[in-house]
């Protein structure tokens, strides 16, 4: 059973900086994605890295956001810059795509 830990988040005005963590446990996660969930919309996926590094961004935060990920301990990392009021989300990771149970997540409120 995998477990997944998403930490970070936290409030920041428009135009900061954050770096959100995701920590698993119980298995290898070959693509890691990290996700959002904004209130009253679907969660979507913002950005995928693979094993040997290969990365996928979302239009919406390319040029912003940069994902990461230590393979040795099973973590990943999503450097969140120059952040908007339509980046506040709850913000996860899972395997891209999704197949392992979701983690808690890390609200993510850019506000003023």
């Known amino acids: 059973q995998v477990q997944l830990v998403e930490s970070g988040g936290g409030l920041v005005q428009p135009g900061g900086s954050l770096t959100l963590s995701c920590a698993a446990s119980?298995?290898?996660?070959?693509?890691m994605g990290w996700y959002r969930q904004a209130p009253g919309k679907q969660r979507e996926l913002v950005a995928s890295i693979t094993r040997g590094g290969i990365t996928k961004y979302a239009d919406s935060v390319k040029g912003r956001f940069t994902i990461s990920r230590d393979n040795a301990k099973n973590r990943a990392f999503l450097q969140v810059n120059t952040l908007r009021p339509e980046d506040t989300a709850v913000y996860y990771c899972?395997?891209?795509?999704?197949?392992?149970?979701w983690g808690p997540g890390t609200q993510v409120t850019v506000s003023s």
């Open positions: 899972n395997h891209a795509p999704p197949f392992h149970s």
């Open positions: 119980g298995a290898t996660i070959y693509t």
